[in-house]
Each structure stands twice: as structure tokens, then as C-alpha cells.
């Protein structure tokens, strides 16, 4: 899991206790003193709409507690959708972009709830 890889890779991951054993790896990895370049550019999935990026119960808290202050990933590298944005399709269209401009996702982590529902996208609401 720690082995580093010829290029820094871009990690897409859904938020949350689901994740949290897969969190914990890439923070032992870091704390070993393994590079984890899969981390070294991040893009979260989803964020709740209208929770400022400091409450505690927002994706962006979330993963500063649990992931961004235990490993080394510049700021700059760090992608997390807005919950207060003004203009949600602008924001949206600006963080698909910034995306493509990391050159994509090599690898998305997501979880799958008790119901099958991915993110929160419920089985059959597509």
C-alpha cells in the first residue's frame, strides 16, 4: 500500500467514517516517513450545501481533522467542493476544470451505504 509510485497520482474520495480505516493507512504511510503520492493531489467527491468549510460537521472539517493535518499534501493540491459558494454551476463547472487540470482522477474511492446507495445517490434515483 506505501510503495510509491513513478508520478504523483491524483485521489478522488468520498468523505466519511466509511473511509476511515483507508484514511488511517495513507496517515500511517506518511507517518513512517513512506511518500504516499497517490495523496499528493486530492479532490473530495461532495460537500453539504451551506456548511461553512470550519463547521464540524462539513466534509472539508472532516478531512482537515482526520487526513490533511496527519500527511503532507500542499494546500495548493487540495480540492474541496464549496458549501457557501454564490453560483453553484459556476463553482461546479471551476471545480470539474480544476480536476482536468490535475489530469483527472486515477483513483476514486467511494463507499457503498447498507442500501446500495453511492454518495448520496440512492439505488434507482438515476
Same mark, same amino acid.
Given at each position: 500500500? =506505501?510503495? *510509491? %509510485?513513478?508520478?504523483?497520482?491524483?485521489?478522488?474520495?468520498? &468523505?466519511?467514517? /466509511? @473511509?476511515?480505516?483507508?484514511? /488511517?493507512?495513507? =496517515?500511517? =504511510? *506518511?507517518? /513512517?516517513?513512506?511518500? *504516499?503520492?497517490?495523496?499528493? /493531489?486530492?479532490?473530495?467527491? #461532495?460537500?453539504?450545501?451551506?456548511?461553512?468549510?470550519? @463547521? %464540524? $460537521?462539513?466534509? +472539508?472539517?472532516?478531512?482537515?481533522? +482526520?487526513?490533511? $493535518? @496527519?500527511?503532507?499534501?500542499?494546500? @495548493?493540491?487540495?480540492?474541496?467542493?464549496?458549501? &457557501? &459558494?454564490?453560483?453553484? %454551476?459556476?463553482?461546479? $463547472?471551476?471545480?470539474?476544470?480544476?480536476?482536468?487540470?490535475?489530469?483527472?482522477?486515477?483513483? $476514486?474511492?467511494?463507499?457503498?451505504? *447498507? #442500501?446500495?446507495?453511492?454518495?448520496?445517490?440512492? %439505488?434507482?434515483?438515476?
Amino acid at each position: 500500500m =506505501c510503495s *510509491t %509510485p513513478s508520478r504523483n497520482a491524483v485521489l478522488g474520495m468520498a &468523505t466519511g467514517p /466509511r @473511509h476511515s480505516a483507508c484514511i /488511517r493507512s495513507w =496517515c500511517g =504511510c *506518511t507517518r /513512517r516517513g513512506r511518500s *504516499t503520492s497517490l495523496a499528493s /493531489r486530492r479532490s473530495n467527491l #461532495d460537500e453539504y450545501v451551506g456548511l461553512p468549510a470550519n @463547521h %464540524p $460537521q462539513s466534509y +472539508h472539517y472532516f478531512m482537515d481533522e +482526520h487526513f490533511f $493535518q @496527519h500527511v503532507n499534501i500542499p494546500r @495548493h493540491n487540495i480540492n474541496i467542493p464549496s458549501g &457557501t &459558494t454564490s453560483n453553484y %454551476p459556476a463553482f461546479c $463547472q471551476w471545480y470539474e476544470g480544476r480536476i482536468a487540470e490535475c489530469g483527472g482522477i486515477d483513483l $476514486q474511492i467511494l463507499g457503498i451505504g *447498507t #442500501d446500495g446507495h453511492i454518495a448520496f445517490n440512492e %439505488p434507482g434515483a438515476l
